[in-house]
């Protein structure tokens, strides 16, 4: 089982890292894409999904000075069906799963974890962004077996085998 994280303070270097990867290994999944917004508006949530490049907004716009959670759980779940489905035409043990962010959704046991799950039964290995906020609820998922990373393609060759 092959299951690393890397900060997610380094979203910049894990694309890049992502991008200089793909040219040789199948790579599914979703990496957060940089979002510009309107003058007075707050950023939304937008991933890129693997390997197709095409973008999705998995944030509900709740209006002016909201503060709550503004994940759509509908749109990350319709995303990760389409990872889902460009995973399953890998075969066992081959390519590379990446994951956005592990947040409230996969600390609740939700979002990508079931894909996560899979990924790893199917000897897929998987590699996640951790925010420092989610990293306990991380650490309890991985139980110990999560290799921390670096966000460069040297050290995620040499994990990957």
């Avoid at 900060?7 to 979703?30: F, K, M, N, T």
């Amino acid at each position: 089982m092959r299951l690393g994280y890397i900060p997610l303070e380094d979203e910049a270097g894990l694309r890049s890292a992502i991008a200089q990867l793909g040219s040789d290994i199948a790579i599914v999944g979703a990496l957060s894409a940089p979002d510009t917004p309107a003058a007075g508006q707050r950023p939304r949530i937008v991933i890129t999904l693997l390997p197709t490049g095409d973008t999705r907004v998995i944030s509900a716009d709740l209006g002016p000075g909201s503060t709550g959670c503004r994940l759509d759980v509908a749109a990350l779940d319709s995303a990760i069906m389409e990872v889902e489905s460009a995973m399953s035409a890998l075969p066992d043990g081959t390519g590379l799963l990446v994951v956005n962010k592990f947040g409230k959704q996969e600390a609740a046991g939700l979002g990508f974890v079931p894909t996560i799950a899979n990924a790893l039964a199917r000897d897929i290995p998987v590699l996640v962004a951790v925010a420092p906020d989610w990293q306990a609820a991380f650490d309890a998922f991985a139980d110990g077996s999560a290799a921390r990373l670096q966000a460069d393609t040297v050290s995620l060759r040499a994990w990957m085998g």
